[in-house]
């Protein structure tokens, strides 16, 4: 997930987006941790690391939509807008 997460003395940078810059060669690191929500400053604590900061994608990142079911959505999509406008 991606959240905003408060973790003193971190391992790795945060990365910060920049839509001015269009040749963003920033390393993005991926972090396996526990978090617990903390109510009275009303965001989430580093509590444990779970795996050492890594350069590769989780797997569950590398998810590819059936192009099938992509079409299939596409087409129902655009029979709810036929619909709609008579």
Do not use: C
């Amino acid at each position: 997930m991606h959240l905003p997460l408060l973790w003193k003395d971190a391992l790795v940078p945060p990365f910060r987006f920049d839509p001015q810059d269009k040749q963003q060669k920033k390393e993005i690191y991926f972090v396996g941790l526990k978090a617990k929500f903390n109510s009275q400053q009303d965001a989430f604590e580093f509590n444990s690391l779970l795996a050492p900061p890594t350069l590769e994608h989780p797997r569950h990142f590398r998810y590819k939509i059936n192009q099938e079911k992509k079409a299939s959505t596409k087409s129902k999509k655009g029979k709810k807008k036929d619909k709609s406008k008579s």
